[in-house]
């Protein structure tokens, strides 16, 4: 069979023959898709309340794409004490906050504890608030520094109250580009290693994919067909997040932004590959909003949330710094025919507007 021959059966794509979805036309790519998204989740368009907190930006890594690090291109370094988290943490419940996503630079000043117990703090006050926190990236870094085994920074993870891990630190997983843009970070095998021993310790996680930069086409279907076998393994990814590269202020030169057509395209093609991985979320914060919501009618089903203030891709361009209002979520999902759904991080559904 060629591939529209199977796209039309309904199979898995076999690995040799995805690297030819590219060549399909956008609008075909968006028609097998959305049936795939139609069959999961219907007009559901899943969003959560949620809010990112970056403690540091102070980065031992020298990463070229990144503008957040203050060791790069970011004038204004900074680290924030547990008081200050709590702080913020305190405002998001307020807010309404139910999910606290904590993701931060490579900084060991303060040694492994300032990193870990602020999530017993914040569960101690919060128990049923939801934490996500610690990529891969972070977790190769404590153990480096530490002298941890991954599985000694898993047990604390756990033991202080983690509930979920985002999916970021993958990049792109083809270890070319890898010395190109992130040389020094978590190699790709240690990335799904670490993900694979949260797994089987019974945890979630997400996975994410750096797009737009100076990987080819060939390097993402690479990158989600290792995701999908390993999810073949574990089955313990609950989304999958294609990034879109932001552009301004780092260090990888003469990258334009991606256009609409690609980025539509490998949202779709997401949905096609990855059949073992229940949603995928266009993230809004690196797509705008109005893309993210065209995304959802080529194989997306979810925005991640309200995110309250967002630092990282907004340090590199992104219209994202100050988050979305849930009105703005609600108006947006109604106006372009799909149904808002509020869920929690694991995908349970909350309320149905």
């Given at each position: 069979m060629n591939i529209t021959e199977i796209l039309k059966s309904g199979e898995r794509i076999p690995s040799e023959m995805a690297y030819k979805l590219y060549d399909l036309e956008l609008f075909e790519l968006g028609e097998y898709a959305y049936k795939q998204r139609l069959k999961r989740h219907g007009k559901k368009v899943f969003f959560n309340i949620n809010r990112h907190i970056n403690p540091t930006n102070i980065c031992a890594d020298v990463c070229k794409f990144c503008a957040f690090s203050a060791h790069?291109?970011?004038?204004?370094?900074?680290?924030?004490?547990?008081?200050?988290?709590?702080?913020?943490?305190?405002?998001?419940?307020?807010?309404?906050?139910?999910?606290?996503?904590?993701?931060?630079?490579?900084?060991?000043?303060?040694?492994?504890?300032?990193?870990?117990?602020?999530?017993?703090?914040?569960?101690?006050?919060?128990?049923?608030?939801?934490?996500?926190?610690?990529?891969?990236?972070?977790?190769?870094?404590?153990?480096?520094?530490?002298?941890?085994?991954?599985?000694?920074?898993?047990?604390?993870?756990?033991?202080?109250?983690?509930?979920?891990?985002?999916?970021?630190?993958?990049?792109?997983?083809?270890?070319?580009?890898?010395?190109?843009?992130?040389?020094?970070?978590?190699?790709?095998?240690?990335?799904?290693k670490i993900h694979e021993l949260w797994h089987q310790a019974g945890r979630q996680s997400n996975a994410t994919m750096l797009f737009g930069h100076i990987e080819s086409r060939e390097n993402r279907i690479d990158h989600m067909l290792r995701l999908r076998d390993l999810q073949d393994k574990t089955g313990g990814f609950n989304a999958f997040i294609p990034l879109v590269y932001q552009t301004q202020n780092n260090f990888l030169k003469d990258v334009k932004f991606l256009g609409s057509v690609e980025i539509l395209k490998?949202?779709?093609?997401?949905?096609?590959?990855?059949?073992?991985?229940?949603?995928?979320?266009?993230?809004?914060?690196?797509?705008?909003?109005?893309?993210?919501?065209?995304?959802?009618?080529?194989?997306?089903?979810?925005?991640?949330?309200?995110?309250?203030?967002?630092?990282?891709?907004?340090?590199?361009?992104?219209?994202?710094?100050?988050?979305?209002?849930?009105?703005?979520?609600?108006?947006?999902?109604?106006?372009?025919?799909?149904?808002?759904?509020?869920?929690?991080?694991?995908?349970?559904?909350?309320?149905?507007?």
């Open positions: 790069r291109k970011n004038p204004n370094p900074y680290k924030m004490t547990h008081e200050e988290i709590l702080k913020i943490v305190d405002e998001s419940v307020v807010n309404g906050a139910k999910e606290i996503h904590i993701v931060s630079a490579h900084n060991i000043e303060g040694g492994w504890e300032w990193y870990l117990e602020i999530f017993k703090k914040i569960k101690d006050k919060y128990p049923n608030l939801h934490v996500k926190a610690l990529t891969a990236a972070e977790i190769d870094f404590i153990a480096r520094s530490c002298g941890f085994s991954y599985e000694d920074v898993i047990n604390k993870m756990l033991e202080y109250g983690v509930d979920s891990m985002p999916g970021g630190g993958a990049e792109i997983f083809d270890e070319t580009v890898r010395a190109k843009i992130c040389n020094g970070k978590v190699g790709s095998s240690d990335w799904l490998t949202m779709a093609i997401s949905r096609l590959v990855l059949d073992n991985i229940p949603h995928i979320k266009a993230y809004w914060a690196t797509s705008t909003l109005n893309l993210a919501m065209i995304a959802q009618e080529f194989g997306a089903d979810d925005l991640d949330g309200t995110i309250q203030k967002e630092s990282i891709q907004s340090a590199a361009g992104a219209k994202s710094a100050n988050g979305a209002s849930l009105q703005t979520f609600l108006d947006i999902i109604k106006s372009s025919g799909f149904v808002p759904v509020e869920r929690d991080s694991l995908y349970n559904e909350i309320k149905i507007y």
